[in-house]
């Protein structure tokens, strides 16, 4: 079996107040539905809350994991959920997109023995998901306003985090945001059935509920502020703008409609009700080995695509995609196909599909084709083979390998300027790795606003 | 499969498990559904004198763990709510239609001779083995004079027991109740009194919980709870306690033991008979999982004296009780270590904050240089106190290792650093 037959299986059968797929499901409501009361008891019994717990060290905001599960088991989940924020005030997104199963799920000693971790991602959503249902007033305190000011771009994760620790520390913070709604890439960028009900928002409205934030819409680097006003104007400014561009095929074509960059296509459909309204091909290739290449592939087979093809110029163990993920694609019916290139698009006034060259590695271990090629028809092709930052505004700071240069503290080379998130080289691409640079940031911040 | 017959005060019965007196031998129907489930015998709900007792509407308490596994039950039922003539012709039906299995009438009543005799020659009458004094319930029916109004006074219950005894030519079982001071008082006085064995442990006296919405303790009957009688697992080993001391006794070494106290498992069983039980009585792990719980109680207890090499209760019965002793009669001089197994190891960090905050900071935690964490028992800060053994999640990760000594045995007494004793020499 499968880890997603085996985490399908034990969470579908919520029959006490549990969501379980309901009849009118879309093939876009919850991945993993939410935790009943009973489910969220045995599993948190089966947390041995170990100390200095490898989990712990696993999680890159470091959630005291064992405390807040064991919170649950006592029946104090809105404890728990406090816990959990403390560390990482995008608890409840993160219980929903981040990759356990290579993450705290994997670090649990219940592996050692038994090879099934405690589901401390489910846990951690019903903790916050409770807390967030009972409308309490935001469970954490402002220091005393310390009168500086802190401009943050970008209201992605690692923007919201920045602001909600810097607001937390007693400053005011302004984010400055591009497009119309809040929350970067949670917002835009993760499948519609990891954040069901309008999560990313309900999230937002939450966070800001610590107050000392403001949120300007319509505000993008470059064209409507610039780094060199924000720094004249604020105390300290915080860079979280992500990666504004996608990297290109490099192939004649790449411009014809049908061919579009898997991040736009995610975009579409999370800003797209009912679901059923966003168009697909019927055929339809896939670009890449990433989970944003799985999201993508398996979306627009739920949305109806005929045939899905998923390609990937090395093999499955190269993936960075997770096994669960790659597991997703292929129980969706999403065809992958390993060590093969895209070399030519075939257009003959529409789409008509793409030609690959096998790939294997060569003595030397470098991927070289083959020479052998096939097509595959498709009337969409969806490119999911990376995102790159967006130099252009971003003059002043030091770039290096594509990512913003901070030091230990999140500085970059422009005093006062700090940086977090995809956008700079921390750890994963992940929205837990950016929630962190966040709310280390602001503490940086902090620190330098006091020495200042 | 082995032989699980046995003989307690003279009683011959198919196997050892026994449904104590208890809302599941309330009635023929029950009965019925034991007997045939595989159980040895039952003691009949408490019969007392008519008009029958009327029972509250909420009658049990529960201690869960956190995943609601209950651990103990307490209960403020009284004794039997239907009228004796009833119970009386049931227990004939059950007697006629079952004559394998055994029956002990429970019976109860005012601290007046002629109330228990009349009501022991009654139930005698319906053909019962043997009757059992109920000198226990800690709630309700105490507040009229009986169950542990009568048990916590050692003349009252040699003075029952007599006066039952002088009435019947059956066994006479006195059920001792554990809210005393010193059990062996109550059970040298039932002895005295002529009682053919004892019956023990009864129910705890306990409030289980408080319900922390409405404040009122658990059960609740109308906004107000009382004090319970406290059963299962929770209270076995301060029942075990109680049945050693009896059997270790010399003075109440001879009387017969039927064993109750939060028998659950086949293993608990064992440890009863081991400790002084020559049978046993179950009553909350079957409220709990329903009479099919007897199947292992057997199948269990088979496999094992098998598995042992003993071919009747008999042979394990009291062995463990010449083992039982006085903590002034251990040996001073005996030293054993936890000894960590790291390939058993899930590296959860218990034992070590077990030991480092609790106890003797005699398990370190290193980091090893693969990754990972190693947990090494310091020999010379280890006491040999068990936690680590016992609080590790995973069986056989931590044994207890004797350390090897040239030391004779010395216990407590005979130690020169006791003052006791050098104050004697």
């Not at chain 2, 763990?65 to 003539?85: F, H, K, M, W």
């Not at chain 2, 004090?227 to 209270?235: E, I, L, P």
Request: net charge negative; hydrophobic share 40%; glycine share 10%.
């Amino acid at each position: 079996m499968t880890t997603l037959q085996a985490k399908q299986v034990s969470k579908s059968g919520a029959i006490h107040g549990g969501a379980g797929h309901n009849a009118a499901d879309d093939g876009f409501s919850d991945l993993h539905p939410a935790y009943s009361t009973l489910q969220a008891m045995a599993e948190s019994n089966r947390c041995l809350y170990c100390y200095d717990a490898p989990c712990v060290t696993a999680c890159p905001t470091s959630i005291d994991i064992p405390t807040f599960i064991r919170k649950i088991s006592t029946g104090n989940p809105d404890g728990a959920a406090k816990t959990i924020l403390s560390a990482n005030i995008m608890g409840g997104t993160c219980a929903r997109a981040c990759p356990t199963e290579v993450l705290c799920e994997q670090a649990c000693v219940r592996n050692v023995a038994e090879d099934t971790a405690v589901e401390i991602g489910s846990l951690q959503r019903f903790a916050v998901d409770h807390l967030m249902a009972r409308d309490l007033p935001h469970p954490f305190k402002r220091a005393p306003e310390t009168g500086k000011n802190i401009a943050v771009i970008g209201a992605g994760p690692a923007g919201l985090s920045c602001a909600h620790r810097a607001a937390m520390l007693g400053h005011n913070v302004t984010v400055f945001e591009a497009k119309a709604k809040p929350g970067g890439l949670n917002e835009y960028g993760l499948a519609a059935y990891k954040m069901t009900n309008d999560f990313a928002q309900r999230e937002v409205e939450f966070l800001l509920g610590i107050g000392g934030i403001r949120i300007e819409y319509g505000k993008a680097l470059g064209k409507d502020i610039s780094l060199a006003a924000l720094k004249d104007s604020y105390d300290a400014v915080f860079v979280g703008v992500g990666l504004g561009s996608t990297n290109n095929l490099g192939l004649t074509g790449e411009d014809f409609p049908g061919v579009d960059d898997a991040i736009s296509f995610i975009e579409k459909l999370r800003q797209t009700e009912p679901k059923s309204d966003m168009p697909v091909g019927n055929n339809v290739i896939v670009i890449g080995g990433g989970n944003t290449a799985i999201d993508a592939a398996v979306q627009a087979k739920r949305l109806g695509a005929d045939e899905v093809t998923l390609v990937y110029r090395r093999g499955a163990e190269n993936m960075s995609a997770t096994e669960f993920e790659q597991d997703l694609a292929k129980t969706n019916g999403v065809v992958v196909r390993y060590w093969a290139k895209p070399v030519a698009i075939k257009a003959n006034g529409k789409l008509q599909g793409m030609e690959f060259e096998k790939t294997e590695l060569d003595a030397s271990g470098k991927l070289v084709g083959t020479g052998e090629t096939f097509e595959v028809r498709a009337d969409q092709i969806l490119k999911a083979i990376g995102q790159k930052i967006k130099t252009d505004d971003l003059a002043g700071m030091e770039i290096a390998g594509g990512k913003i240069v901070v030091d230990e503290n999140y500085q970059t080379t422009a005093p006062g300027v700090f940086a977090g998130g995809d956008c700079i080289k921390s750890g994963e691409d992940l929205t837990v790795q950016s929630v962190e640079d966040g709310k280390q940031a602001a503490i940086a911040i902090d620190a330098f606003l006091k020495s200042a | 499969m082995a032989d699980l017959s046995c003989k307690i005060a003279g009683i011959d019965s198919l196997n050892p498990f026994w449904l104590a007196s208890a809302p599941p031998t309330d009635k023929k129907y029950n009965v019925v559904r034991a007997f045939e489930a595989g159980w040895g015998g039952v003691v009949w709900k408490t019969l007392g004198i008519d008009p029958p007792v009327i029972n509250v509407s909420s009658r049990y308490g529960a201690h869960h763990d956190q995943n609601r596994r209950l651990l103990g039950i307490n209960n403020i039922e009284l004794i039997s709510d239907r009228p004796l003539a009833v119970n009386l012709q049931e227990i004939r039906e059950c007697r006629a239609e079952y004559p394998d299995h055994v029956i002990i009438g429970s019976m109860m009543a005012p601290i007046e001779e002629r109330a228990w005799k009349d009501l022991a020659q009654q139930i005698a009458e319906s053909g019962v083995h043997g009757i059992e004094l109920n000198l226990g319930c800690p709630h309700g029916m105490c507040e009229r004079g009986m169950g542990s109004a009568i048990g916590q006074v050692p003349e009252m219950v040699e003075q029952v027991t007599r006066w039952v005894k002088e009435s019947v030519d059956i066994p006479v079982f006195t059920k001792l109740t554990p809210n005393i001071t010193n059990i062996l008082w109550s059970a040298e006085a039932a002895y005295k009194g002529g009682a053919d064995a004892v019956s023990l442990i009864n129910t705890v006296n306990s409030i289980i919980s408080v319900d922390i919405d409405q404040m009122v303790p658990e059960p609740m009957v109308d906004g107000k709870g009382t004090h319970g009688g406290y059963c299962g697992s929770a209270v076995k080993p301060i029942a075990l306690n109680m049945v050693a001391e009896i059997a270790r006794s010399p003075e109440t070494k001879n009387l017969h033991i039927s064993g109750i106290g939060g028998i659950t498992t086949w293993k608990d069983a064992v440890e009863f008979m081991a400790l002084g039980s020559n049978a046993v009585q179950v009553c909350t792990a079957a409220m709990i999982y329903g009479f099919r719980v007897v199947d292992d109680l057997i199948d269990g207890m088979s496999q094992w004296m098998d598995d042992k090499g003993y071919t009747s209760v008999e042979q394990f019965t009291r062995a463990a009780v010449p083992q039982v002793a006085d903590w002034n009669e251990l040996n001073m001089n005996f030293d054993t270590k936890a000894v960590i197994n790291p390939d058993n190891c899930i590296e959860c960090g218990r034992c070590h904050i077990a030991c480092e905050d609790t106890s003797h900071q005699a398990i370190t935690m290193t980091n090893k240089p693969e990754g990972g964490r190693l947990f090494e028992v310091v020999d010379e800060e280890c006491v040999g106190c068990n936690l680590c053994y016992h609080i590790c999640p995973v069986p056989d990760c931590i044994t207890m290792e004797p350390v090897k000594t040239d030391k004779p045995p010395m216990t407590w007494p005979e130690h020169p650093l006791n003052p006791m004793r050098m104050a004697a020499e």
